[in-house]
């Protein structure tokens, strides 16, 4: 079984432009959730979505949105920016959202907004 | 605010040497507990994870943890550890459903062979 995917891996960006991220999870997989991952803050939790509706949102401003499709795949926007939102950002999905399973991370998009 | 504490931010230790990796949470209630490693250009896999039962959890690569609930605590440990071992290993915390989960800072550890 194929593990989350998540594409582009690489990206270069200038201030005040718009980025999205896409995030394949493992087939099966209904719950979706994306971190954002840097030196001086660690992980930090952005959102999850199960069913393509959010069920938690982190403390990121709004420039941070997201989505979710029917087939569980998973967009991430960044809207407007900032030279600190260059990040690691992971994808992760499970099964689903109540029993005791595990999250799979994905290899993540390395964003650097120069 | 709500936290997840990793005592050690890098620890070097020799083959063979016991590991013990402190982690501390500030929630009160009921927590799912996991802790994750990464290894060098690999994804974030978990180690171990307590749910509920018995509070010493065995993972994979012969590590354990010991939740602790009086202490807020959930310290991993492996009695010898391998130069294979040499990663970045992080606690996390989840309450109630879903998965809005915090991590500790983590805690690079380095084995010397």
């Known amino acids: 079984k194929a593990g989350v995917t998540q594409t582009p891996r690489y990206l270069i960006k200038t201030r005040g432009q718009q980025v999205t991220l896409s995030c394949s999870p493992i087939?099966?997989?209904?719950?979706v959730s994306w971190y954002q991952q840097t030196p001086g803050q660690g992980l930090q939790f952005l959102f999850e979505?199960?069913?393509?509706?959010?069920?938690n949102k982190g403390n990121f401003p709004g420039r941070f949105s997201g989505r979710q499709f029917s087939n569980s795949r998973s967009e991430m926007n960044v809207s407007t920016l900032e030279l600190g939102d260059s990040a690691l950002y992971l994808c992760?999905?499970?099964?689903?959202?109540?029993?005791?399973?595990?999250?799979?991370f994905g290899p993540g998009t390395r964003l650097t907004v120069l | 605010a709500q936290s997840v504490s990793q005592h050690n931010h890098h620890v070097i230790l020799s083959e063979a040497a016991s590991l013990e990796l402190g982690c501390n949470y500030s929630?009160?209630?009921?927590?799912?507990l996991f802790w994750y490693v990464q290894y060098p250009g690999q994804h974030l896999q978990l180690l171990l994870k307590?749910?509920?039962?018995?509070?010493l959890v065995k993972g994979i690569k012969g590590f354990e943890a010991e939740f602790i609930k009086s202490k807020f605590s959930f310290n991993l440990r492996k009695p010898s550890v391998q130069w294979s071992d040499t990663a970045e290993y992080f606690c996390?915390?989840?309450?109630?459903?879903?998965?809005?989960?915090?991590f500790g800072a983590g805690t690079r550890l380095f084995v010397k062979a």
């Open positions: 307590y749910f509920s039962g018995d509070p």
């Open positions: 996390a915390v989840t309450r109630g459903g879903g998965f809005k989960t915090i």
């Open positions: 979505y199960f069913s393509e509706t959010q069920r």
């Open positions: 992760a999905s499970s099964l689903d959202r109540w029993t005791s399973v595990e999250q799979f």
């Open positions: 929630y009160g209630g009921t927590v799912n």
């Open positions: 087939s099966g997989h209904r719950s």
